[in-house]
C-alpha cells in the first residue's frame, strides 16, 4: 500500500532524512514519534508532495507519488493536516469544510463553475453541518473559522480531513496545545476515521495518546528509522527510550 | 439629461472594470495593476476591426474578450513563481509594456496620434449612435458582469479562490490545481475588462494610449479597494464614487488649472482617510493586512 523507499532530503547541511525505508501498515493507525528535528514532519511533507524528496521513492498502490504534484496526491485519497493550524480563516466553519469535502475533491475549474446545483450545495451543507454537530461545534457553523479557539481551530482541520473521506490520513501533532476534553475528542474522531477503513497516521509526542490509539509506532531519530513495530513493545524498547528520553 | 446620461454610462464602463478586478483582488487576493491593459485590448479590438463597419458588436466584443483572455496568460503564467507582491510587479510590467506597444507599434495601433473614427455599436442591425442607446449598453454589459461575477463568486469556484486568497496550501491540500484556478480567474477578469473596452471604444469612437495608462490601472483598482473588494456593491460603490467626485469639483466654479489639483487633493484624501478608518473599504467585510 503505502511505502517509502530509501527516502533521502537535505536541508543544507542538515540532513532530514536519511535512506528511510518504510512500508505502512495497510489500515489501523499508526504513530511516528521522535525528538524534535528527527525528520517526522519532513516524512509526512515528502509524502504529501510538499516537500521533494532529494532521492528514493514513496509509493502508494504502486503509484509513484515523488512525481505527483501535491494536489494530485490528495486526489489519489491522501489527506493531511499541518503542524500549525491552517484553514481559510476569514470564511465560515461551514464552508472550510465545503471546500475539503470529497465530492469538491480536486474539483476542475470548469465542474466548479458549470456543475454546481443548488441540490449538490444543499447535500454539502448538510454533510457538513452533521458533522460539526456531531463534535459539538454545530453552533458555530457560520462562525469565521479564524474566530474560533485554538483547540476548536485544530478540531475544524480534523474534520476538514474527515469530510473529504481519504483512504490515508496524515495528521501533524492533532494533540498539541490541546485541553484534555478536546483530546478526548480528537481522539474519537481519529478512531472513528481508523474504524472507517481509512488509514490514519499521525505524528504526537503525546505517549498516552499514541498507546491509546496506535497499533503500529514508528521512531525517528537523526532522520533514520529508529525502531518500527507494535505499539507496546516498541515503546519499551531500550533505544527508543533513549533516544526519546535521552 | 445628456450629461447625466453620459455619467451613467461612464460608471457602467468602470462599474465592469471594478468587478472583474474584484473578483481578483476580493477573491483571490491578486492584485492587478494590469487591468488597464485588458481595458486597451478591448477597445483596440474594436476600433482596429474595420473590415467591415457592419461588424456586430457581439463579434468584436468576443474576440476582444477572447484575446484578452489569452494575453492574460502572459500575467498568469508566472503566478504560479510570483506571488503577493511580486504578482502585483509581474502586472506592473505587464501595464508598461502594454502602454509601450501601444504607443510604439504606429503602424498598427496608430501610436500616440491613436484611432480615430470608430463606428458605433451595431447590435442586430440597430445602431446605437446617441448618448441614450451607449448609456443602456454599457449599463446591461455591466450588470452581465455583475451577475457572471456573482455566479463564480457563490459556485464551488469562488470558494476556492478565497482559500488562495489566505492559504494556498490549503487549497492545495484539498485537492485543488491553484495555478489552473489563478489562470481562469485572471482570464475572466481580464475578458470582462476588454467588454469594458469596447463598449468604451463605441461609445468615445476615439481611442488613444494615454487612456490605458497605469494611472487608470491604479484608478480601477482604487475603485475596488474604496467600495470593498470582497463586497458584491462595493466595486460597483467604488466607480460610482470615484467617477462622480471629479465631476462635482467642477461645480465648485474653480478654475480649470485649480479644479485638477483639487481632484488630486480630494481623491488622494478619500484613499488615505479609507486607509485609516475602514480599510476593508466601505462595504467591505475583509481587510487586506
Known sequence: ?246 | MTYLLHLVTLIAIYSTLSISLGLLVGQAGLFSLAQASFFAVGAYAVALNRADTATLFWTTISLGATLSALSSLLVSLPSGKFRGDYFVLVTFSFQIITFDLLNNLSDYTKGSLGVTNIPPANIFGWTISGVLGNALISVVLAVMAFFVVQRLVTSPFGRVLRSIREDEMVATATAHNVMAFKICAIAIAASLSAVAGATYAHYFTYVDPTTFKISQSILVLAMVIIGGAESRIGPIAGAALLVLLPEAVRFLGLSDAAAGHIQQIFYGALIAALMILRPQGLFGRYGFS
Do not use: W
Open chain 1, 1 to 246: 500500500m503505502l511505502r517509502v523507499h530509501n527516502l533521502r532530503k537535505t536541508f543544507g547541511s542538515v540532513v532530514a532524512l536519511d535512506h528511510v525505508s518504510i512500508s505502512f501498515p495497510s489500515r489501523g493507525c499508526f504513530a511516528v514519534i521522535g525528538p524534535n528535528g528527527s525528520g517526522k514532519t519532513t516524512l509526512l511533507n515528502v509524502l504529501t508532495g510538499f516537500v521533494r524528496a532529494d532521492a528514493g521513492r514513496c509509493t502508494y498502490r504502486n503509484i509513484n507519488l515523488n512525481r505527483l504534484l501535491p494536489h494530485k496526491i490528495a486526489r489519489k485519497g491522501i489527506a493531511r493536516t499541518f503542524q500549525e493550524v491552517r484553514l481559510v480563516r476569514h470564511v465560515s466553519c461551514l464552508d472550510n469544510l465545503l471546500l475539503a469535502r470529497r465530492a469538491e475533491l480536486g474539483k476542475t475549474v470548469f465542474r466548479a463553475i458549470f456543475s454546481f446545483t443548488a441540490e449538490n450545495e444543499r447535500a454539502g451543507k448538510f454533510e457538513a453541518s452533521t458533522l460539526l454537530h456531531s463534535v459539538g461545534l454545530g453552533e458555530k457553523a457560520s462562525e469565521l473559522a479564524g474566530e474560533l479557539s485554538y483547540g476548536e481551530q485544530k478540531l475544524l482541520s480534523l474534520l476538514c480531513v474527515q469530510i473529504a473521506r481519504p483512504e490515508v490520513a496524515l495528521f501533524d501533532e492533532p494533540f498539541s496545545g490541546l485541553h484534555p476534553m478536546m483530546i478526548a475528542i480528537v481522539e474519537e474522531q481519529l478512531k472513528k476515521l481508523s474504524d472507517g477503513g481509512c488509514l490514519v497516521g499521525f505524528i504526537e509526542h503525546d505517549m498516552g495518546a499514541v498507546s491509546r490509539l496506535a497499533d503500529h509506532v514508528i521512531v525517528m531519530s537523526n532522520g533514520k528509522v529508529l525502531a518500527e513495530g507494535a505499539t507496546g513493545p516498541t515503546l519499551s524498547r531500550s533505544d527508543v527510550l533513549e533516544a526519546y528520553i535521552g
